[in-house]
């Protein structure tokens, strides 16, 4: 699940999307603050740096954003950035001992696997260079929540507001429904009967795409009131496994009784994103599940063609209009406890989360990128939409902010995407918390879940294929307590508690 | 013992050219093969890659534990041996085929032909080739599914159903290496003298009677040597067109052990549990081949040692 949420991430980056507005991060109607960059000296400095690089926006040594950062802090890069495979360049400068002063890391375990056994400066440690860091972090308490290590020290500064761009979301062909007369459906009956009468009209279609294996379960799952994994149950304040709730079983049902129809492709286990997407501009495929960026990113020759953002279906009596909420984007920086350049380091990362910084990081310069015209920043029209600013500039990737305001970048998106995302907040189910493991618990976890997310899959997808009848549910369920799925749970319990506890003491 | 060290600088000496050229073949192997093996006490540690292989804990054999303890350990040594061993038999016995074919071919553009082609699929990545075998065997727009369709045949979802995973891995497997594992074959035959032949069909040999009593005692050293050899390497059954072959579904077959080292070992950083499970396979293989060649020795008198 974790694996596959973050190369899900990584997919969704590469799709042209806007974030949404974002209030906390200071629109522009705000007086600039006072910003401090913590210390006040501001001497040149060269760091070294190693950032992971972006198949679609690659790193450039021209790109302005470090230039104008410099102009600010005096900081200069010499940055590395390994063209692929970033964990073994990361796993590899670490078990060489030469690790550059600044590091982006993929994720909260993995700072605080090497931060546990000494390779990163423990965060907290430093809070008195780092004033915008800690004013961001009391404005944002739930970002806190993710930052911890398991003993409640903290080796990653996190990243802020480009998730919103990798949000799951359904999707249908307006104009096809608008052609037929038909209504975008709002529960999983509606779904079956607006599918049943799509295939009748297109008979070589198969009108609920789905694709990549299991993948489209985890956002379905809750419309349903579940999840694909283990979860916190926020109203009943427990972790639970959703695979084996009674919620689950009904949205196999429904799989069930899709697959059988020929209502998804008999293939979707074996599709991937690119064949998928030509299912729509085929005429083959109505509705889909994805990035929200799908409805700007899949285009075609068809003028008519229009595919936009549909409300989730209800899944059931207890079901519920959600989409997943993937939470924060996980990659973040991690200073490296080697580097004799520290307090420059917190320099500059506390200068990524002042208002200054983020002003860079969101719009670039002035003249430059964006003009201010009646008190209103804008972009010139001449530096194209997000993608082209991501390569030309290294606008909003790896290493090169902290905190964005999306409001800028949003502009640049086509209306129905800018619309949609206005909306989507709505249906958006609350952030799953992310836990931090201790290094025997991640040891465990590891193992018990690859033998309980390999059994969920293959009997998930036997269930749906109908290569196992659904009446074996019940000891399809109690396979999972032989697998130890108790255990699971328990760690997530005590871990999700340690790590409030260290949230509420500090 | 002075003279027996002057024997030797001597003979250093008198080789010295012919020591040279295979310094960097010993240099290979030492820097790349040999050093290497000292990484195995990590199977041991609780690797740390902050902390280095020294300064690591020992665990004992806790990770072999692990392993062996885990609910997935049996399946999935099931199915690495059986898609091993049915490569062997299926694989190991194609080459030879079509070795003997075209040996029997005469004319020689058409041979040479047959030959470069059956040799092409060597050198397209398996990414490829899974990629090509999906898009064939789609039940909706793959080729053989069209086929079985306009046979009037129900259309199979061939990636989906867990009993077609390994006929679709060994056969593939089959048509990407039959033409290189030719090459041997090939070789071992121009070897065999012509003068044999012509005795036979003095004596009035059919073509196949030459086969049988000439052509496959003559390259049955190669078969053997090769066979051996592909035996200590059953339960090496590559990662990467397993990993692009397999779905959820065909778990039950699909599933072996380095998709497992994959999952639970490399991609958790858990470099450890990897290097134990790497080690257990690697002495099994090793077992393999002692045995075979033990077997090999005492039926016939070919053996690798």
Same mark, same amino acid.
């Given at each position: ?32 603050? %006072? ?45 590395? %950035? ?10 590899? %400068? ?413 | ?6 024997? /030797? ?11 040279? /050229? ?13 050093? #290497? ?37 049996? #399946? ?16 190991? #016995? ?26 092409? #699929? ?34 199979? !979802? ?70 051996? /050899? ?60 002692? !045995? ?14």
């Amino acid at each position: 699940m974790k694996n596959r949420w973050k190369s899900s991430a990584r997919a969704g980056t590469t799709l042209v999307l806007a974030g949404s507005l974002l209030a906390a991060c200071g629109g522009q109607d705000n007086p600039p603050a %006072a910003s401090g960059t913590g210390g006040g000296t501001n001497e040149p400095v060269t760091l070294s740096m190693m950032i992971a690089t972006h198949n679609s926006w690659p790193y450039k040594e021209d790109w302005g954003i470090f230039k104008w950062y410099k102009e600010k802090t005096n900081v200069e890069f010499k940055i590395e %950035a390994p063209p692929n495979d970033y964990t073994t360049a990361v796993n590899l %400068a670490i078990s060489s001992g030469s690790l550059p002063d600044l590091m982006n890391v993929t994720g909260l375990t993995t700072a605080n696997k090497y931060g546990n056994a000494g390779a990163f400066v423990n965060i907290l440690d430093h809070l008195d260079k780092l004033p915008n860091y800690k004013k961001f972090l009391d404005q944002h308490p739930e970002v806190k929540e993710t930052v911890l290590s398991a003993d409640g020290k903290s080796y990653l500064f996190p990243v802020y507001g480009l998730d919103k761009q990798s949000r799951r979301s359904w999707i249908y062909r307006e104009d096809i429904f608008a052609k037929h007369g038909l209504k975008p459906p709002t529960t999983y009956d509606e779904l079956y009967t607006v599918a049943k009468k799509l295939k009748e009209l297109y008979p070589d279609s198969f009108p609920i795409g789905i694709f990549d294996n299991l993948g489209p379960l985890n956002n379905m799952t809750y419309g349903f009131g579940t999840a694909n994994t283990t979860y916190y149950d926020f109203d009943k304040k427990e972790w639970r496994y959703g695979p084996i709730e009674d919620t689950y079983k009904e949205l196999v049902t429904y799989m069930n009784k899709f697959y059988k129809e020929g209502l998804v492709p008999p293939d979707f286990m074996a599709l991937k994103r690119k064949q998928w997407q030509d299912l729509f501009t085929q005429n083959k495929a109505f509705i889909g599940n994805d990035y929200i960026g799908s409805i700007d990113e899949i285009v075609s020759d068809n003028k008519d063609f229009n595919l936009n953002f549909m409300i989730p279906p209800k899944g059931g009596p207890s079901g519920v209009a959600k989409n997943l909420n993937n939470g924060f984007i996980t990659t973040g920086f991690a200073i490296s406890s080697n580097s004799k350049k520290q307090d420059a380091a917190f320099r500059f990362m506390d200068f990524l989360y002042s208002p200054e910084g983020i002003e860079i990081a969101s719009w670039g310069k002035e003249g430059e990128t964006y003009t201010v015209e009646n008190g209103k920043k804008k972009f010139k029209p001449e530096i194209g939409d997000f993608t082209k600013m991501r390569q030309k500039y290294g606008f909003a990737t790896y290493g090169t902010y902290a905190v964005l305001d999306m409001e800028g970048f949003f502009s640049t998106f086509s209306p129905k995407m800018q619309a949609a995302l206005k909306d989507f907040d709505k249906y958006e189910a609350k952030m799953q918390p992310r836990v931090a493991y201790t290094d025997a618990e991640n040891e465990q976890l590891s193992t018990l879940n690859d033998s309980i997310s390999k059994y969920k899959e293959e009997q998930v997808a036997k269930f749906i294929l109908g290569q196992r009848p659904l009446s074996e549910w019940d000891a399809y369920v109690a396979e999972f307590k032989k697998l130890g799925v108790q255990k699971v749970l328990d760690i997530n319990k005590t871990a999700y508690e340690r790590t409030l506890k260290y949230v509420q003491q500090k | 013992m002075p003279s027996s060290r002057n024997t /030797l600088a001597r003979r250093i000496a008198r080789d010295k050219y012919l020591l040279l /050229l295979v310094l960097p073949c010993v240099l290979y192997y030492i820097v790349f093969k040999y050093v #290497p093996i000292f990484g195995i006490v990590i199977a041991f540690k609780n690797y740390s890659l902050f902390k280095g292989v020294w300064a690591s804990d020992w665990v004992g054999l806790r990770y072999f534990k692990m392993f062996i303890e885990g609910p997935d350990f049996w #399946p999935i040594i099931r199915n690495t041996f059986l898609l091993g061993l049915y490569r062997l038999v299926f694989g190991f #016995p194609a080459p030879i085929i079509l070795a003997l074919l075209l040996n029997e071919v005469r004319q020689a553009f058409f041979k040479r032909f047959v030959q470069t082609v059956s040799y092409l #699929p060597h050198f397209i990545s398996n990414v490829v080739v899974a990629g090509i075998a999906v898009m064939f065997l789609s039940p909706t727009t793959g080729l053989v599914n069209q086929i079985i369709g306009a046979l009037g045949f129900d259309r199979i !979802t061939f990636m989906v159903e867990p009993s077609w995973f390994r006929t679709i891995y060994i056969s593939t497997d089959i048509w990407q290496h039959i033409g290189w594992g030719t090459i041997i074959y090939l070789a071992a035959l121009t070897a065999i003298d012509p003068v044999l032949y012509e005795a036979a069909r003095i004596d009035g040999a059919s073509r196949w009677r030459q086969l049988i009593h000439i052509t496959l005692p003559g390259i049955v050293p190669a078969i053997m040597i090769i066979l051996l /050899l592909d035996i200590g390497k059953i339960l090496e059954v590559g990662f990467e067109k397993v990993y692009l072959l397999a779905t959820p579904v065909t778990y039950s077959t699909a599933d072996i052990i380095s998709t497992y080292v994959y999952r639970v070992g490399l991609s958790h950083g858990n470099y450890s549990l990897a290097t134990a499970v790497d080690l257990f396979t690697g002495i099994i293989s090793f077992l393999f081949v002692i !045995t075979a060649n033990t077997i090999s020795k005492k039926l016939s008198e070919h053996s690798i040692w």
